[in-house]
């Protein structure tokens, strides 16, 4: 599939089961959501939306806000009808499921992606219909800032204690993504200097492929309660490979070649601050 076929599919997959209620509010069904993110069974779908619910409640939110129960009639064979229970969610909850769903399937990562910047889009404004590439870089520079916190806690709890021993857990899920390139590797790939960190001067595309690395491992180390920090640096490294894979078969580029942006995230971010204030 070419990269632009993948862009094609990733935003009308989303967008064509977007419902919009009275008030205006956009909202997704859940059994719409399991069909387009290829899940067969809703009893396994259900598990990314417990998980999404947790994650929900655990982030400070009311569950109910983003998660509303209802009933609704679907049509069976010689115009007969049954009552099936379905789920309205909200962008934020269609969010926390794709972060939570089978790492397995491809179209997770697009669903990822569209979501984050999806709800970066809305906080800007609400009737923004296009981000530019500087704010798909702020969005997901920002989710992968949240994620690796996720990641550090599920690496602690699989054993990997010290600065050192997360250094190398690091390394390894680089290495897996980047065709053996450490991060030291990749630090002078982009001519960086010593101090600047490697994810602020990484283009919306790559920052996106690294989210993906990030929070399968860290679904992947807390679903197989993976223990051993050498187990757990294989995993990161795997999850990194596969992810490498997965561009590969989408006819992506690979994440090494890919431009680096002349402005780091870092500067734009704070650049955006400035103007807010002076506002």
């Known amino acids: 599939m070419a990269k632009k076929e993948v862009a094609t599919y990733s935003?009308?997959?989303?967008?064509?089961?977007?419902?919009i209620d009275e008030n205006g509010a956009e909202f997704w069904y859940a059994r719409e959501l399991q069909s387009a993110l290829e899940y067969t069974e809703w009893r396994n779908f259900e598990k990314s939306v417990k998980r999404a619910k947790e994650a929900c409640s655990a982030s400070g939110f009311v569950e109910i806000d983003h998660f509303v129960d209802v009933n609704?009639?679907?049509d069976l064979a010689k115009g007969a009808q049954r009552e099936i229970t379905d789920i309205k969610l909200s962008r934020y909850a269609c969010y926390l499921i794709v972060m939570n769903g089978d790492p397995r399937k491809e179209v997770i990562a697009l669903g990822q992606t569209y979501f984050?910047?999806?709800?970066?889009?809305?906080?800007?404004?609400?009737?923004?219909t296009e981000l530019s590439e500087d704010e798909k870089r702020l969005a997901i520079r920002d989710e992968v800032s949240i994620r690796n916190k996720f990641l550090a806690s599920s690496?602690?709890?699989a054993g990997v204690e010290t600065p050192m021993d997360y250094a190398v857990f690091q390394n390894r899920g680089y290495q897996g993504l980047y065709n053996?390139?450490?991060?030291?590797?990749?630090?002078k790939r982009k001519g960086l200097k010593k101090n600047q960190q490697i994810l602020d001067?990484?283009?919306?595309t790559e920052l996106a492929a690294n989210l993906f690395r990030i929070t399968q491992t860290d679904d992947k180390l807390r679903r197989e309660n993976?223990?051993?920090?050498e187990l757990a640096n294989e995993t990161h490294f795997a999850v990194g490979k596969k992810v490498r894979q997965t561009i590969a078969e989408l006819g992506g580029t690979m994440s090494e070649n890919l431009p680096t942006p002349k402005i780091s995230a870092k500067k734009l971010k704070n650049s955006r601050i400035k103007g807010v204030t002076k506002q």
């Open 72 to 74: 609704k009639m679907i």
């Open 226 to 229: 993976i223990k051993g920090k």
């Open 155 to 157: 690496a602690k709890a």
């Open 201 to 204: 001067h990484m283009g919306a």
């Open 180 to 187: 053996g390139l450490g991060m030291k590797d990749i630090h």
């Open 11 to 19: 935003q009308q997959t989303f967008e064509n089961i977007k419902h």
């Open 116 to 128: 984050a910047v999806k709800t970066r889009q809305k906080e800007i404004s609400d009737t923004v």
